[in-house]
């Protein structure tokens, strides 16, 4: 065997690192919790039944049992019996404020600062790439996602990752749009608490305005800065929110 | 890449049209047979689909939809040269009740199901209504190919996506779309060969003039780009150009 060249021992570490694979269970209950999160599901609404959802998924029906009864557990669904049976969405699944303050107080300051390093740094590649490849189409679409700043905050928390991710469809990388994608599904509904916000919402809808006059003016730099100051004002806001727990 | 040749010369052209250029015009026409192959096979696919839903007369359901659209993706993606990373159809609201979409669409040789969710949800066609590769076809009834784009909703790929309006009557709304999805990749491995024999910075393009595969290095699939002087033009398909020589914007 070969001596592994010097520094090298980091990255052979991380070769092997034990994978953790979740289960499918675990797959299609997230896939249905997201599924709520970005309103393709509704409260009160008809789930299909175990062999429909099996097959739609292609997934056992085994699995989808298992998932179905794990959502039923955590209070995503509930089963009504007879005739009208079935599984629903609901009622009160809508992403909660309270939910969210929860997770926000789960994580410390160190993990909040980290993942918006990470975002920014991930947001701001897609921006000074756009800037670059941007057509007026392309500008239309993305002003279309800028919010009025009196729209509901269930509205501002989607209107900005659908922003963000048109930014990262404009610049046309499939890598930095799925990570992009990976970093919004883990910041989950924390960016529900600053949406609620009428200051945060004012601040960051002059910000989006930037984002997109440096996109449409070919400025990459500008774009950049731009992109990485509305992630820094939502990550601001968290931690300033967050600092309240002591 | 298709070995069927056609007919399509260059539409316009300064340079000599000396054994070099007849090459260059056996290539394009090369990578014209291949693009235009899977247009006339999406045009013949939504006339059987428009004539098959016609014959439910006006009983179409989700299940039904399926039986019929899941073969035809079969064939498409499993195709050894075929380009199909993926395929399907998607109703327009009405076909199966107000306000209701039905997707049935799968992907990649294992015929993934693409957003069968979605299937369950009764709005899911407020998520088509706005796509470009729906719209359009919609709209004017007609052809269209989207991209070279970023694909959130289906591959999370770089794709083009061809689409083709589906009537179950030859004066009646659109009942729906039929669309294969072509990955960016294996447009590049198919028509790079093609390219270089056309010129060391010969590109295709989309009508935007942005590049999709270019032989250039320094122009990359996504990017704005122009004819240099001198070029020749040589249509592929309905909407493509391949440009002997470009420069990036």
Redesign the interface.
């Known amino acids: 065997m070969l001596l592994s060249p010097k520094g090298a021992s980091r990255s052979l570490a991380a070769v092997f690192t034990p994978i953790k694979s979740r289960g499918l269970v675990d797959e299609v209950c997230s896939?249905?919790e997201q599924?709520v999160e970005t309103?393709?599901?509704?409260s009160g609404?008809?789930?299909?039944n175990e062999t429909?959802l099996a097959a739609?998924?292609?997934v056992s029906a085994v699995t989808a049992r298992e998932a179905l009864s794990q959502l039923r557990a955590s209070g995503i669904i509930r089963t009504a019996r007879g005739r009208s049976g079935g599984s629903f969405i609901a009622d009160n699944v809508l992403p909660s404020r309270e939910r969210a303050l929860a997770q926000l107080h789960e994580l410390s300051r160190l993990q909040i600062r980290d993942l918006a390093l990470h975002y920014q740094a991930i947001a701001a590649a897609c921006a000074g790439v756009a800037a670059?490849?941007s057509?007026a189409?392309d500008i239309a679409t993305l002003r279309s996602f800028i919010p009025a700043a009196d729209d509901d905050p269930l509205n501002w928390r989607l209107a900005l990752s659908e922003f963000l991710?048109e930014v990262?469809?404009i610049a046309?990388?499939?890598r930095l749009?799925?990570e992009l994608?990976r970093l919004q599904a883990d910041l989950g509904t924390l960016t529900l608490l600053p949406c609620a916000d009428s200051g945060y919402r004012v601040r960051t809808s002059v910000i989006l305005e930037e984002v997109a006059t440096a996109i449409e003016a070919h400025e990459p730099v500008a774009a950049e800065a731009a992109v990485k100051a509305l992630i820094a004002a939502t990550a601001d806001w968290l931690l300033t929110e967050q600092a309240k727990r002591y | 890449m298709s070995e069927t040749s056609s007919t399509a010369g260059p539409s316009a052209g300064t340079a000599e049209p000396g054994p070099a250029g007849k090459t260059a015009e056996q290539a394009a026409a090369e990578l014209d047979a291949a693009i235009a192959g899977i247009e006339h096979r999406l045009a013949a696919w939504a006339a059987e689909t428009g004539a098959a839903l016609a014959a439910m007369s006006g009983r179409v359901t989700g299940t039904a939809v399926d039986k019929l659209i899941r073969p035809v993706v079969e064939e498409l993606v499993q195709l050894p040269d075929g380009y199909a990373a993926g395929a399907g159809f998607i109703a327009n609201a009405g076909l199966l009740g107000p306000e209701r979409s039905y997707i049935a669409w799968w992907q990649g040789p294992d015929l993934?199901?693409v957003d069968?969710?979605?299937?369950?949800?009764?709005?899911?066609i407020s998520?088509y209504v706005k796509a470009e590769w729906f719209r359009i076809p919609v709209e004017t009834g007609r052809a269209h190919v989207t991209g070279?784009?970023?694909d959130?909703l289906c591959t999370?790929?770089?794709v083009l996506t061809f689409t083709h309006p589906v009537f179950t009557r030859p004066d009646g709304p659109v009942a729906g779309i039929v669309g294969i999805d072509v990955t960016v990749q294996r447009l590049e491995r198919g028509a790079m060969p093609a390219l270089r024999r056309i010129g060391a910075r010969a590109t295709l393009a989309n009508a935007?003039g942005?590049a999709v595969v270019s032989a250039a290095s320094d122009i990359d699939?996504?990017?704005?780009a122009a004819p240099d002087e001198p070029c020749r033009h040589y249509p592929v398909g309905r909407t493509f150009t391949v440009w002997s020589a470009a420069v990036g914007l």
């Open positions: 896939r249905i599924a309103g393709l599901l509704t609404q008809r789930l299909p429909e739609a998924l292609g670059r490849r057509d189409a991710l990262a469809a046309r990388s499939a749009a799925r994608i | 993934e199901p069968a969710l979605a299937n369950f949800s009764p709005n899911s998520r070279p784009y970023v959130f999370d790929e770089y935007d942005r699939a996504g990017d704005l």
